[in-house]
């Protein structure tokens, strides 16, 4: 990684993307385009000697888990989000010969049994403007093969094999609907695509046939995903202590994870309706769906000592005297502000001489620009985490000055 003087040599380099994990095997199953790219996790594993376990608090698709794995060591992964804990799991299992064998069996099930579930009505999720996702005739075909799913191996649960099926069922979503991932977020094509029965029941089992020859690979680490706020590690989840964490932490670019997982999250019934979605976004640091943005007009910090340049980063929102000026200057206080508390309470956490890695992205609104990677680093000082390092990754946009930086810092007793 090249120190920050170098900005302007820097390109955008796609191998340093979620697009570089498309074809690893299990890192390609589902695309979220905030994913870190799995090169750049194994480039830190190589770097890091003495490792004894390791924490990634923002976890998202699990990528850091999976690669710790693979390499042998051991890991906790947490996230806010049930899907991707569930997802998380689902990546990081060791499956068995007979495991997949069964499966093949039940696929060839479902398929069997799809047919008698076109004609019926079928529970389809309550996803706003859902047409705009899916053709209707699409859409029948997808709550019938759900239905058919269900019946043969019941709904998405923890620690179970059949989870295996569901994660084709969600990579088939969104190869049937009009989403683009090519952007920075979740965007949509201007048509619907239309399918057929026989192309749905090819895409299904080509997805499993995909799935399950992916997990023939196993590993000897272990990773385990839970269900954690880390906002806040006084709320406690247990005593063990971390010799590194490696992760990439929401960037405070009002990027919202819940609208890029919507599909997957209503389909395999973690989201139930907007509602929850608003509420989930508002725990998230940097959440910015629904509710998420009314709240924040009445939130009042709780920590008063934060990072000294922050007030100025602050004042500069304010000034540019936009509509949404002041709500987008809140916003940017209570991402650091919940990101010093992070840092804070996650040191009961680790280990003497622990080195944490974050990959981040600055960013800017109506023109101010937030120095995320200084502000963080500033965090990190305060808080006495010493060697703090920054060193830029790649540039994020051809015309905007945004970058990704690499944070590391080393905590000392
Ligand atoms: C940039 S993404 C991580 C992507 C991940 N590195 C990957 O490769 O998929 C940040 C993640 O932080 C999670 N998150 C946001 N607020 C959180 C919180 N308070 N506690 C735990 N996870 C949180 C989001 O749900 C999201 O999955």
């Keep these: 990684m090249k120190p920050q003087y170098e900005l302007f040599n820097i390109s955008q380099r796609k191998d340093y993307t ?14 979220l385009t905030p994913a870190y790219s799995v090169k750049l996790v194994k480039e830190i594993i190589d770097e890091i000697s003495d490792v004894k376990f390791i924490l990634d608090p923002f976890s998202g698709t699990g990528t850091t888990g999976l690669v710790a794995a693979e390499h042998g060591f051991n890991a906790n992964i947490f996230d806010i989000n049930p899907f991707l ?84 069922f969600n990579r088939l979503i969104i190869d049937t609907s009009s989403a683009a991932f090519n952007h920075v977020s979740m965007s949509f094509h201007n048509y619907v695509k239309i399918h057929e029965l026989d192309q ?5 089992s080509l997805s499993v046939d995909q799935i399950l020859s992916s997990v023939k690979v196993s590993f000897i680490g272990n990773a385990n995903a839970y269900l954690f706020d880390s906002k806040n590690f006084e709320n406690g989840f247990n005593d063990q202590r971390y010799s590194h964490v490696i992760t990439s932490p929401p960037y405070p670019n009002r990027i919202s994870y819940i609208r890029e997982l919507r599909p997957y999250m209503y389909w395999s019934k973690f989201l139930s309706n907007s509602n929850s979605a608003g509420e989930l976004d508002w725990e998230s640091i940097g959440g910015t769906w629904g509710i998420a943005t009314s709240r924040l007009k009445d939130w009042q910090p709780t920590q008063t000592e934060l990072q000294s340049g922050l007030n100025k980063i602050i004042e500069n929102i304010v000034s540019t005297d936009q509509k949404y000026s002041n709500l987008l200057a809140k916003y940017v206080l ?48 305060q808080l006495g985490y010493k060697n703090i390092q ?23 007793k």
């Design 200 to 204: 749905i029941r090819q895409l299904y």
């Design 390 to 412: 920054t060193n830029v990754i790649r540039k994020r946009n051809t015309k905007k000055q945004l970058y990704e930086y690499c944070i590391s810092a080393t905590y000392i």
């Design 334 to 381: 209570k991402y650091f502000h919940d990101m010093h508390i992070h840092f804070d309470t996650m040191r009961k956490h680790l280990s003497n001489n622990a080195r944490i890695y974050y990959i981040i992205g600055n960013s800017s609104f109506y023109g101010a620009a937030v120095p995320t990677h200084e502000l963080l680093a500033e965090s990190l000082h």
């Design 18 to 31: 979620f697009k570089y994990n498309s074809k690893l095997g299990r890192h390609g199953w589902l695309r």
């Design 85 to 168: 804990v569930w997802f998380g799991n689902t990546k990081c299992k060791n499956y068995l010969f007979e495991d997949v064998e069964y499966l093949r069996h039940k696929k060839e099930q479902i398929l069997e049994l799809l047919p008698s579930y076109i004609s019926q009505h079928n529970w389809e999720p309550d996803i706003h403007n859902i047409e705009r996702w899916w053709s209707r005739d699409t859409l029948l075909i997808l709550s019938a093969l759900h239905k058919s799913i269900c019946e043969v191996i019941g709904n998405p649960q923890d620690n179970s094999t059949g989870n295996l099926l569901w994660v084709a």
